[in-house]
């Protein structure tokens, strides 16, 4: 396997400017090179006819060339060629620009196969500037690569082939022979061939399914060996499990939900080895009791606890909730925030490290090293998408073997938190608390906009706030509303009686800060804000949320954006402003209106978008497949769960000489999630 080590440099035709090129897409090996995989394909397998190609389309044809007319400069810099073919039937017109040597390469009296989009009108068609095939041999499939500036696909596939030769020597295979036969699975080589150049469909398919098998069977394999590295012996378990105290002073009553995750949690609080737990629910469902339960627990042993969050705001709101809650109990908590002072931070970093604090609520503050606790028993990550891995462990690692829960309010469904999350223990919080508000949600074209202005119009003057969330930060080529013209355009026309913020994240983080919590004490009535309040504060009496351009926001973000109304005692709205018309955003849109429960919304968002854009940007620490999709490949992932199972169970270490091709595929997952993270 040396080969696939090699630096991509080494292969032949790749210099140090294109091996640069490559670094840029994350290609730095043969091996990374090979599993670059194409993102479609140019079927040549199927040309089509000349009278049946459709208007618009990109299709093949197979067709003679019959005349060829003299170049024509159009003006300066621009010369047309036009080449005449037929198929027999009908006739079309090549037309290439500013390529004599494409136009000298094709013959009279020669047949072709012309790839391109197919323009003109039904009397004749056109196709400009085709790719051109010579029709000897077999027909074939040429690849697509998602490509940087300065690569093209000839380079690509060039390197691929010259790959693929140094593959084909060393005959590598890293699956023991009764994988490839218990589960019909053809060779890597072959795969690699067929996943770059296949011969047909077919071929590509059988191809495709032994790399999905190979990528989704490593990655499990990995989460359970990550899961069993977190097995070793923690110094903190808890004897006094006796809740009675903390329940007996909220001024509610927890729900059945609340209180099965919170007595999963005080099981793994009594064993010997760590909890590692991801604790999701939907908006609002009451997942930071559960947390203050455990800190609970925890302070009455004698450890600390630390919890840390992805923005200030969030973790002062923590701050805040969790203070209310412990400090009446006699467990004192503080804040630790990138915003505060030298001295501030200094004070409180001296607290904790001598254990004066019981509770530390952060941000990214609490795993800088000069960040010492005493007697850390628990690690609390609150929406762990937003951060790596690593920070999480990083965090861990300032106690003995902590117990880690991680909160989660996306909802994600239970199959892809096995995949994002394999490392972790699943529990679910699936009620809400009594007297949560339902949430109308309305879909409405951009014709009733002004209609929903005047609707928030009523409700801000009667004292309630509103947010307006809108896909764009300034003006672009999209044709999609940008938060600071349209906030701009509000302050002057039918809501300029009413203060009106305008958030996005260009802005610097203490103005961002500002803006929320001018917005949370009620100085500002409305906020036209980009997707950054989607995880944010509470503010009960915001009762409208209105987003534009909803075909733009993917489902789950836009329930997301809805959970930040709905929080007090008033009736509350959603607005889905949408001007697209089709069949797929009316159903999007019509499953936003029917339900709020946020798991059916996440099943119907996978289903609809695929687990790429499930967080909309690609989040720190999250699996990004190569070929693997989790609506397609959802028996393949049952398979490969159990395999990995059975490969952990009889050769824990992957020490059998027949394991050795899977032990390197795992050694190189994770350097890869290093890398990511």
């Not at 039918?494 to 103005?511: F, M, P, R, S, V």
Request: aromatic share 8%; proline share 4%.
């Amino acid at each position: 396997m040396k080969f696939l080590e090699q630096p991509i440099h080494s292969l032949k035709g790749v210099g140090v400017k294109r091996a640069q090129l490559y670094e840029k897409l994350g290609v730095l090996s043969v091996y990374s090179l090979l599993t670059y995989y194409p993102r479609d394909y140019i079927d040549f397998t199927h040309p089509k006819q000349i009278s049946d190609a459709i208007i618009g389309e990109s299709c093949a044809i197979f067709a003679r060339v019959y005349k060829k007319q003299p170049e024509q400069r159009i003006r300066k810099g621009l010369v047309l060629y036009k080449v005449f073919v037929t198929d027999g039937i009908s006739d079309m017109v090549i037309t290439i620009y500013n390529n004599k040597y494409a136009y000298m390469g094709l013959e009279l009296d020669h047949d072709y196969l012309f790839y391109g989009k197919i323009s003109g009108n039904f009397v004749r068609k056109e196709m400009n500037s085709p790719l051109v095939l010579p029709p000897e041999g077999q027909l074939t499939m040429q690849p697509i690569y998602p490509l940087t500036e300065g690569l093209t696909s000839k380079m690509i596939i060039t390197n691929q082939k010259e790959a693929l030769s140094y593959a084909t020597k060393e005959a590598w295979e890293p699956f023991p022979k009764w994988i490839l036969e218990q589960y019909h699975l053809c060779g890597w080589n072959y795969a690699m061939q067929q996943i770059h150049f296949p011969k047909n469909k077919f071929e590509c398919a059988i191809a495709r399914k032994r790399l999905v098998f190979e990528e989704l069977l490593v990655w499990q394999i990995g989460m359970m060996l990550l899961r069993q590295n977190g097995l070793e012996q923690t110094a903190v378990q808890i004897k006094d499990t006796d809740l009675s105290p903390f329940l007996q002073q909220l001024p509610f009553t927890l729900t059945d939900a609340q209180l099965r995750v919170i007595q999963q949690c005080v099981e793994d609080f009594q064993k010997e080895t760590p909890m590692n737990r991801l604790v999701q629910g939907d908006v609002g469902c009451g997942k930071t009791m559960v947390a203050a339960a455990c800190c609970y627990l925890m302070a009455k042993s004698g450890f600390q606890s630390a919890m840390m969050a992805p923005t200030e705001i969030l973790a002062t709101q923590h701050y805040e909730t969790l203070s209310n809650l412990l400090e009446p109990l006699g467990i004192h908590v503080c804040l630790l925030t990138g915003s505060m002072t030298k001295k501030q931070k200094d004070t409180v970093k001296s607290g904790i490290e001598l254990g004066s604090y019981q509770l530390v609520v952060g941000t990214h503050a609490l795993v800088q090293d000069s960040t010492v606790f005493q007697k850390l028993g628990l690690v609390i990550t609150d929406e762990q998408h937003r951060f790596g891995v690593g920070q999480r462990q990083k965090l861990a690692s300032k106690g003995d073997h902590p117990h880690v829960m991680v909160m989660s309010a996306t909802p994600i469904p239970r199959t892809l938190a096995l995949i994002l999350y394999g490392d972790l223990d699943l529990s679910v919080i699936d009620q809400l608390p009594k007297g949560r508000q339902t949430i109308d949600t309305f879909a409405i074209p951009p014709s009733k906009r002004e209609r929903a202005y005047g609707f928030i119009h009523n409700l801000l003057e009667q004292g309630r706030q509103a947010y307006i969330v809108c896909p764009m930060i300034e003006d672009s080529d999209r044709d999609a509303a940008n938060v600071v013209a349209y906030g701009e355009h509000l302050k002057k026309t039918c809501l300029k009686d009413h203060t009106i913020g305008i958030l996005h994240g260009k802005l610097a983080a203490q103005e961002k800060d500002d803006i929320m919590n001018q917005f949370k004490q009620g100085k500002l009535q409305l906020l036209i804000s980009t997707t950054v309040v989607e995880v944010g504060v509470d503010v009960p009496n915001a009762v409208v949320m209105m987003i534009e351009n909803a075909e733009l926001f993917g489902l789950s973000q836009m329930h997301q954006l809805r959970g930040r109304v709905g929080r007090g005692t008033e009736k509350s709205y959603c607005i889905l402003v949408s001007g697209l018309n089709t069949p797929e955003n009316r159903q999007r849109l019509d499953t936003m209106c029917k339900t709020t429960n946020g798991f059916q919304i996440a099943e119907q968002d996978l289903k609809q978008r695929g687990p790429g854009d499930f967080f909309g940007k690609r989040q720190h620490g999250m699996v990004n497949f190569k070929l693997a999709n989790m609506v397609e490949d959802m028996k393949t992932l049952e398979t490969t769960q159990a395999l990995a199972q059975q490969l952990v169970r009889d050769d824990p270490g992957f020490y059998s000489p027949e394991h050795q091709g899977l032990k390197w595929l795992i050694e190189r997952l994770f350097q890869e999630k290093e890398t990511a993270l």
